[in-house]
């Protein structure tokens, strides 16, 4: 769940908003339930199917939220949402007679036992990280995608050159909602029980954006430690070459792959180093004056 969650803000579907996802997550978790409960689905693997439905009523909710909120700005923008947030929560708290207010939800309680009691939960997350990520991958790589690499970096310039970023960002803020929707549904259906306090809670937005920025250092960390791990332990005439060009040559850049780095380069290096003077340079001609 928690990976999926990181798929989908880390991704291009993300609107810089911590609240929504807290709101969106139990929205759909209450909304898989009500489903459930009227149309008198059974528990087992058929609530499965009934997902895509909660998704689709998160996305109905994300369209009114998002035409509002989007109007909006930096600072401006996260009070909305935050107000936003907290009004679902009231909404599910005050509502007794479809929500069962302070007393909670119950879902119908899977049948399955023992240790494969996670397995048909761990499948469906598994699919929608799967389409999560080929959705991502694809918006990254699409017009609309460029249009909202262009919002990110300088809306008014982007909205100057003729991007509608009210339309794309609203578009990115729907079906981010609608995934996060689907995951609150599927995880309400793993605990059985929601209530207000639990299913929309501002922890849950804060959780996922702490994984995403931990995972990024993480994995800064780690190559700059294979890094210098290869440039410590390597050994041989790349390791002699590089420093050799790395302390003579200020203008170019050592790599491995630069020329640099070569044996005649080095054989170059130790020529210069001998002479005083680069090989094939001139040397100065000095002019005897008679007295």
């Known amino acids: ?55 689709v009523l998160t ?12 109007r909006t700005r930096a600072a401006t923008f996260v009070i909305v949402t935050i107000a936003m947030m907290f009004m679902v929560q009231l909404l599910a708290e005050n509502l007794v007679g479809l929500t069962g207010g302070g007393s909670g939800l119950s879902f119908p309680v899977p049948p399955w036992t023992g240790d494969f009691f996670d397995t048909p939960f761990y499948y469906a997350m598994l ?56 995951i609150g549904a599927v995880y309400g259906y793993y605990v059985t029980y929601i209530y207000p306090q639990y299913a929309i809670d501002p922890l849950v937005g804060i959780s996922l954006v702490l994984m ?30 590089a420093r050799a060009c790395c302390t003579s040559s200020s203008t170019q850049p050592c790599s491995w792959s630069s020329s640099c780095c070569s044996p005649a380069a080095s054989s170059r290096q130790s020529a210069t180093s001998s002479s005083g003077s680069p090989p094939g340079a001139r040397r100065p001609v000095r002019h005897r004056v008679d007295e």
Not at 1 to 18: N, S
Not at 150 to 169: F, Q, S, T, W
Not at 215 to 230: I, N, P, Y
């Open 59 to 70: 996305v109905v909710l994300a369209l009114v939220i998002g035409w509002i909120a989007l």
């Open 212 to 241: 995403v920025f931990l995972a990024v250092l993480a994995r800064s960390g780690a190559r700059c430690w294979v890094r210098s791990s290869w440039n410590r332990h390597s050994s041989g005439w790349r390791t002699t070459s």
């Open 127 to 182: 699919v929608m990280a799967v389409v999560s990520l080929l959705l991502s991958w694809w918006i990254r790589r699409s017009k609309f995608g460029l249009g909202l690499l262009a919002i990110r970096d300088d809306e008014d310039k982007a909205l100057a050159v003729g991007v509608p970023a009210h339309a794309y960002k609203l578009t990115a803020f729907v079906i981010s909602a609608g995934l996060v929707g689907m």
């Open 1 to 55: 769940m928690w990976a999926l969650h990181g798929v989908e803000h880390h991704g291009r579907l993300h609107r810089l908003c911590l609240p929504r996802h807290a709101a969106f997550f139990g929205f759909g978790a209450y909304a898989f339930g009500l489903v459930l409960a009227h149309l008198g689905i059974q528990a087992g693997y058929e609530p499965f199917l009934f997902v895509p439905i909660a998704g």
